[in-house]
């Protein structure tokens, strides 16, 4: 891949922000590049194309980021993509009349170019080996997170879901539900420390795999909790898991309180739909009040809640029925300021545009009649990003 640049020298400001583990550096109007502390690269921007590493190693691209990513299928073009424009970069730094502008704990350009040149150093070969590593760490892929989780470090003491019926999910149904025992999580641990190294600092928070951790049994579950504290050390946005109510084992509120004590700090559970007959009929259990009732429980320990619901589930047929029921439902359960209601399209149910309406009329009533953030939850943008 080519880089252009047919901005004059003489009017190109460099901006370089340095943080405790990564680094950015840009030319406006159209060149950036964010490195780790380790020098691998993370996102870059050539013209108007913006591209991000994945953890496994592979590419996406976006024309802007609100666009869906589509994968690169040359990931190596865009290492040598990252190393050219780190090139590019020190170049520009060691041009005394070139004005930068740089912030953070890196203040002079020499530190700069240093930091830079370890960009050189992630050849084809060295992301071959990133790649191995990531799937010897990684028992099974990471396929989705919830929207505000995206950058949290995902450990997996569990792999499946206990359920795997849902109608509308295909992701575990390959796959049985299975607790790591204790000498396959300890290395999965290592694996996830030794592939990161230091950047694992860049993750503010930690999402427990896969599909529903809240399904280990408690004692294990706490011990789990304790293992990561101990070996990765708290973060700032603490842990999450998804939870299944109907597949897990039933926590009172000491319970939950228990987990909170060692750092589960948000849940996020799958009502998908307030009508028990269309729930059914997604493969869930009909049993509403169950779920209402473990939510209830789980609300006395404070802890944080996010619920998804398949907006154009059961089509036209349960339109009417799905909307009220839903929203009745979501309008009983006690909310803060900081849960989430996640919207998440089920593009077979409705066409596109009524979809979208459907999007818009969720969103609209559940922003007037909720204190919870309300947002869409397109599942086929995830990625777990470097
Ligand atoms: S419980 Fe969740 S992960 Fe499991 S099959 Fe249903 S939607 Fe998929």
């Known amino acids: 891949m080519h880089i252009g640049n047919n901005q004059e020298l003489s009017e190109m400001l460099i901006r370089v922000r340095t943080g405790q583990f990564d680094l950015l550096i840009t030319a406006e109007p159209d060149q950036s590049l964010r490195i780790d502390c380790e020098g691998r690269w993370l996102s870059l921007r050539q013209g108007s194309t913006i591209y991000r590493r994945l ?5 996406v691209r976006y024309r802007h980021m609100r666009d869906k990513p589509r994968p690169v299928e040359t990931a190596e073009s865009v290492h040598g993509l990252a190393q050219e424009l780190a090139g590019q970069f020190i170049d520009y730094l060691r041009q005394d009349t070139l004005e930068v502008e740089l912030r953070g704990h890196l203040t002079d350009r020499e530190r700069v170019i240093g930091r830079l040149e370890w960009v050189q150093a992630w050849t084809d070969r060295r992301w071959t080996e990133w790649s191995a590593q990531f799937e010897a760490a990684y028992l099974e892929p990471v396929v989705i997170l919830p929207p505000d989780r995206y950058q949290d470090l995902v450990i997996q003491p569990a792999l499946g879901c206990p359920h795997g019926e849902c109608s509308f999910c295909a992701f575990y149904r ?3 539900f299975r607790i790591l025992s204790d000498p396959e999580f ?9 592939l990161l190294g230091s950047a694992i600092g860049l993750r503010d928070g930690i999402f427990l795999g896969s599909a529903n951790a809240l399904a280990i049994p408690q004692p294990t579950l706490i011990d ?6 101990e070996q990765v050390g ?3 946005r603490q842990v999450a898991a998804f939870w299944d109510p109907d597949h897990s084992p039933t926590r009172t509120a000491a319970d939950w309180g228990d987990l909170k004590a ?3 700090a948000t849940v996020y559970a799958g009502l998908e739909t307030g009508l028990p007959a269309l729930r059914k ?7 509403i009040e169950d779920f209402k009732e473990a939510v209830r429980i789980h609300r006395q320990s404070d802890m944080g809640l996010g619920i998804m619901v398949l907006v154009g589930a059961g089509g036209e047929t349960f339109r009417e029925a799905h909307r009220t029921a839903t929203v009745q439902l979501l309008e009983s359960l006690a909310w ?3 849960d989430w209601i996640y919207l998440s399209p089920l593009s077979e149910g409705l066409p596109r545009y009524r979809l979208q309406e459907e999007l818009e009329y969720f969103t609209r009533t559940l922003r007037n009649s909720v204190p919870a953030r309300v947002a869409p939850y397109h599942i086929n943008r995830f990625c777990y990003f470097a």
């Not at 953890?55 to 590419?59: A, I």
């Open 55 to 59: 953890m496994d190693g592979s590419v």
């Open 174 to 176: 390959d796959r049985a």
């Open 186 to 194: 300890e290395r999965h641990l290592e694996g996830i420390q030794t």
């Open 224 to 229: 789990r909790l304790r293992w990561i504290a």
């Open 234 to 236: 708290p973060r700032k």
């Open 262 to 264: 060692q750092g589960l």
């Open 281 to 287: 009929k997604l493969g869930k259990s009909n049993r």
């Open 336 to 338: 803060t300021r900081s």
